[in-house]
């Protein structure tokens, strides 16, 4: 981890939760995207932890800000979240991917307080947000609207759709975070449909744009913690190691799909533990 | 029926301010009264179908009452996905409405041609699904699709069914199919504008001594199909017929329900498009005749079954 994750403890914490969280739950599920949930647990944890204003004891309050996680297939790191911070008993991550669990592999709402809205086909958690935030702007309030999706997610033309309408309605209440992993389901994102330059595209959609380290509690912090200043929708580029945490699983294409069992558990939730 | 609906959803919007209609950049001069009306309440999305849908739910999660405005199979096809996980699945009030049922468009080509939308949107879980054939009707469902909790589909035709009937001595029953003429030797059951093609066809057989029930089925779903079961029963002869696929549609759905209470009738036979893309262009009565759905096309299939019937009753 960085050194200045140490300056906010709480957030380290919590992110290390979620990732062991999410390593019991694939295993004992026999599920797979780890990669992609630990990929993104920092910006989990800091959005859960410092950024989002809502009340696990009143989950629907109307003032909420609303987050949406478009990459469906990582909801693992989500509900780890929420049990963490006390939305439902952290006895409910043992369903995960069981028979006659809530809790399905792809994130869903239903029954699952805190959870604004089920996805899993990639490409509709932001339109989704970006009609929330069209409402927000109509009523004048003040809550904000967060989207998390991932970089081979990009792929998917209806988030261009849905860009250019933000945009244009300059719906600056609407904050896109981009797992920026580099890799995707079958190979990596250089080699299946490039990205690049990125930053430039959002940016000629007419968004603000920052790129931060993605595993950077701090940068995260600071970068989240302030809205647009302008009139335009926000899109934060977190640069990512697929499957951070565990060495073995970092950068590798296989551990999108694979699942830790017997040794390779073991391994991984010894580096986990031992983490900072 | 377009001009009709939006009449009646400009007073609606009216009402209540949580009433948004969106459009997918198409209805030209057709909504400016509305947006004259109450501009806060329109936005056109764009050519933009699946963000259309996203952003409907996005609003209905907010409390919004959503109608989706766009032609033929463009407001449901393309975004059909975001229709199911989003819309339908998060119990959100959306109201699809697309104007140019069946051949309505017809000289426009096979894009065009919105010859599966009963069949497609009837799957969705809990929706509901609606074909008008008379102007009243539109005005009616489009308040029953602002009242109704989740997804619904309202299919516009560009012909109509002019009963003479005002609005003010009849009303829509949630579901029913609506009994718009007697007759004992053959059941006749529409949905749509070409109801107008099964009364022609029903007057035409009554001049060679066949008496014909027309039926018309404003609701695909839900269905009480206790009318139209009850009709079938009494004629032995039961023909469905709609601008729209053979598969999934009208005919599919009367099929399913009189086979599940154990009241198929006699004889049955799907009017509709025969499992084929159109390929001809033509305006809606052309087409209705090209692909065996006008009224001279009912009325050959219904002598010809009736004969069958006294040949074998002969025999």
């Given at each position: 981890m960085d050194s200045t994750n140490s300056d906010f403890p709480d957030l380290q914490e919590l992110a290390k939760n979620i990732r062991l969280h999410v390593l019991q739950m694939t295993s004992n599920g026999g599920s797979s995207h780890i990669g992609s949930a630990f990929s993104m647990a920092d910006m989990i944890a800091v959005l859960y932890g410092n950024i989002l204003r809502m009340?696990?004891?009143?989950?629907?309050?109307?003032?909420r800000d609303r987050f949406i996680l478009s990459k469906g297939h990582a909801g693992a790191a989500v509900y780890a979240a929420l049990a963490e911070k006390g939305f439902?008993?952290?006895?409910?991550?043992?369903?995960?991917?069981?028979?006659?669990?809530?809790?399905?592999?792809h994130i869903s709402h239903k029954g699952i307080p805190g959870v604004e809205m089920s996805t899993g086909s990639l490409g509709h958690g932001l339109p989704v947000a970006t009609g929330m935030a069209i409402v927000a702007k109509k009523r004048k309030q003040q809550h904000r609207i967060f989207v998390l999706l991932g970089d081979g997610e990009c792929d998917e033309g209806s988030n261009w759709e849905a860009a250019l309408f933000a945009a244009h309605h300059k719906l600056s209440n609407l904050t896109v975070l981009i797992d920026?992993?580099?890799?995707?389901s079958l190979d990596s994102i250089e080699q299946t449909l490039?990205?690049?330059?990125l930053a430039d595209k959002w940016h000629s959609f007419g968004w603000e744009v920052e790129e931060v380290d993605g595993h950077d509690i701090s940068s995260l912090q600071h970068t989240l913690s302030t809205s647009s200043l302008g009139q335009k929708p926000q899109c934060l580029i977190c640069h990512t190691v697929k499957g951070k945490g565990v060495s073995f699983m970092e950068?590798?294409?296989?551990?999108?799909?694979r699942t830790a069992r017997g040794e390779e558990y073991r391994a991984a939730l010894e580096e986990l533990t031992r983490a900072a | 029926m377009r001009d009709t609906f939006i009449s009646a959803l400009t007073s609606i919007a009216a009402q209540d301010e949580r009433v948004v209609l969106i459009t997918g950049d198409l209805g030209f001069k057709v909504f400016d009264y509305f947006r004259e009306k109450h501009a806060d309440q329109f936005i056109n999305a764009g050519i933009a179908e699946q963000s259309m849908a996203g952003i409907a739910t996005g609003m209905a999660l907010e409390g919004y009452t959503v109608f989706l405005y766009s032609i033929a199979n463009f407001t449901f096809m393309r975004c059909l996905e975001q229709l199911r996980n989003d819309a339908a699945y998060h119990e959100c009030n959306i109201n699809v409405v697309s104007v140019?049922?069946?051949?309505?468009?017809?000289?426009?080509g096979m894009s065009h041609h919105a010859t599966e939308d009963l069949a497609i949107m009837r799957c969705m879980p809990t929706s509901v699904v609606a074909s008008p054939s008379e102007l009243w009707e539109v005005t009616e469902l489009t308040r029953v699709m602002y009242q109704s909790k989740g997804l619904s589909y309202l299919r516009l035709d560009k012909s109509h069914f002019d009963s003479e009937k005002n609005q003010i001595e009849e009303h829509l029953t949630f579901g029913s199919p609506r009994v718009i003429r007697d007759g004992c030797d053959v059941t006749l059951v529409a949905t749509g504008g070409i109801v107008s093609e099964v009364i022609e066809a029903a007057d035409a057989l009554l001049n060679k001594g066949i008496s014909a029930c027309v039926i018309s089925a404003p609701f695909i779903k839900p269905i009480d199909i206790s009318v139209i079961s009850s009709s079938a029963k009494k004629t032995g002869a039961l023909f469905t017929i709609e601008e729209h696929s053979v598969l999934g549609g009208l005919g599919s759905v009367v099929a399913e329900e009189l086979m599940e209470n154990g009241s198929a009738p006699d004889f049955f036979r799907r009017i509709g498009l025969r499992e084929k893309f159109t390929s001809v262009v033509g305006d809606q009565r052309y087409l209705r005749h090209t692909y065996g759905m006008s009224a001279k096309n009912i009325v050959a299939q219904v002598c010809d079954q009736l004969m069958l019937k006294r040949q074998k009753k002969a025999a």
């Open positions: 009340d696990p004891t009143n989950p629907d309050c109307a003032d439902f008993d952290k006895d409910w991550l043992q369903t995960h991917y069981q028979n006659g669990s809530k809790l399905s592999g920026y992993n580099k890799l995707q490039a990205l690049e330059p950068n590798s294409v296989l551990w999108h799909y | 140019g049922g069946g051949f309505s468009y017809g000289q426009l």
